[in-house]
Structures are given as C-alpha cells and as structure tokens.
C-alpha cells in the first residue's frame, strides 16, 4: 500500500489581516515543496503561508480535494472550523 504525504497549506495577507485561502496539496516531501507545488498549479493566491503536514487519515477528515484552492468563502460555505481566529 502506497502511503502518500500531504500538507495543509494557508494562506494570509499580513498587512490587512485578510484570508486568502487554504489548500492540502498532495505528495509533497516537505513544506517547500508543497509551497512549490501550489505555485506550480496556480493556486498559491500571494501572501504568507503557514504549512503543516497530514497523514492521510488527517487528510481523509478534512473532507477536501487535494490540490485545490478554498477561498474564504467556500471554507465558511462548508462550515469549516476555524482554528485560529
């Protein structure tokens, strides 16, 4: 069985506090890469990231496409929780 790595991946705008979005990106084997990769695919909105990495149990609870830009708004749409305000 194939074990895959994935990095949760959000998105700030530091000067105006602002959201831009999160994304998991999917086979990735460290956070640079998985920043680079999100470029790569065009769905690194700008602004500061913070990363962590997920196993694929952690990936499967999120209930979200891999490789996929969530806008603020789709996240509220989907009532995700937010952890840190």
């Known amino acids: ?10 998105f700030v705008d530091p000067d105006i506090n602002k959201n ?3 994304t ?5 084997s460290n ?3 998985a920043i680079s990769k999100a470029h790569s695919l065009n769905i690194n909105p700008g602004g500061e990231v913070l990363g962590t990495p997920l196993n694929e ?3 499967e609870e ?3 496409e891999s490789n996929k ?3 603020p708004k789709e996240l509220d749409e ?3 929780k937010k952890i840190y305000e």
């Open 69 to 71: 830009l969530y806008t």
């Open 24 to 28: 998991i990106i999917e086979d990735a």
């Open 20 to 22: 831009l979005g999160c």
């Open 78 to 80: 989907m009532k995700f």
């Open 31 to 33: 956070l640079n890469e």
């Open 1 to 10: 069985m194939e074990i895959k790595n994935y990095f949760w991946l959000s």
């Open 62 to 64: 999120q209930g979200m």
């Open 57 to 59: 149990e952690q990936f």
